[in-house]
């Protein structure tokens, strides 16, 4: 998937998070160095509701949207407070974030902060099957009525597996890589197969886990505002 696609993407789910956070207002619930407990709600619902509790080396997030838990620095706000970059509004650094996480609430996506992308998968396919095109063009491999054989043969035996898919992408994976194509049947020639499609990152990361991210970026940064304003 072209990275623009990607970053439309997270734009349009900050642009969400804003919306679902608008009226949240912060209350410290407990506080003791790093021992602290912040809950965010919207006078109190349940709705879009987060909470953020830390303790030595630790950052747990759970609310509406899983739970989540990271470990890094003694103090996890400073941890993520040094991604923050002049000039946006919310400054999130997903990779890097997720490297620390050591666990995930496992009735979101099988416990895992990422997910099948579609996108991806579709573009590494087309990619692969239009290099074959012109191979055979060029090779005299296959003539124009084969050529399309195998184009539609890619649709019908992997791609159409795509748009069946919830959460994995197994079958379309697996699809994939069983797909062999010999013009007419003929096993003496070469197939054509995808052979290394395992070189490629089919994931991205869930709408959740970003969704989170965004939470933590903002809450911090409440936090970080409201203590600032207290009396010295």
């Given at each position: 998937m072209p990275l623009n696609n990607e970053a439309v993407r997270r734009a349009e789910i900050q642009k969400d998070f804003l919306r679902d956070v608008q009226h949240h207002t912060m209350r410290v619930l407990h506080e003791d160095g790093v021992y602290r407990h912040l809950s965010f709600?919207?006078?109190?619902?349940?709705?879009?509701?987060?909470d953020l509790v830390t303790?030595?080396?630790?950052?747990?997030?759970?609310?509406?949207?899983?739970c989540f838990v990271f470990q890094r620095l003694h103090?996890?706000?400073?941890?993520?407070?040094?991604?923050?970059?002049?000039?946006?509004?919310?400054?999130?650094?997903?990779?890097?974030?997720?490297?620390?996480?050591?666990?995930?609430?496992?009735?979101?996506?099988?416990?895992?902060?990422?997910?099948?992308?579609?996108?991806?998968?579709?573009?590494?396919?087309?990619?692969?099957?239009?290099q074959w095109m012109r191979d055979a063009k060029y090779d005299n491999m296959l003539d124009k009525a084969q050529r399309r054989q195998l184009w539609e043969a890619v649709d019908d035996d992997v791609l159409r597996h795509v748009a069946e898919l919830h959460d994995d992408g197994d079958r379309a994976m697996y699809a994939a890589y069983d797909f062999v194509w010999r013009p007419d049947l003929d096993?003496?020639?070469?197939?054509?197969?995808?052979?290394?499609?395992?070189?490629?990152?089919?994931?991205r990361y869930t709408s959740t886990f970003l969704w989170?991210?965004?939470?933590?970026?903002?809450?911090?940064?409440?936090?970080?505002?409201?203590?600032?304003?207290?009396?010295?």
């Open positions: 709600t919207n006078n109190g619902s349940s709705f879009y509701r987060f303790y030595p080396g630790f950052l747990v997030y759970s609310g509406d949207m899983g103090d996890m706000l400073e941890f993520f407070r040094s991604d923050r970059v002049n000039g946006e509004e919310l400054s999130i650094n997903c990779g890097y974030w997720a490297e620390k996480l050591q666990a995930v609430d496992g009735q979101r996506h099988r416990g895992s902060a990422t997910e099948f992308d579609p996108d991806k998968f579709r573009a590494v396919v087309n990619q692969q099957r239009i096993y003496s020639r070469n197939g054509w197969g995808f052979c290394d499609l395992w070189e490629h990152d089919f994931t989170c991210c965004y939470a933590l970026a903002w809450g911090i940064k409440q936090y970080d505002i409201a203590k600032a304003a207290r009396p010295a």
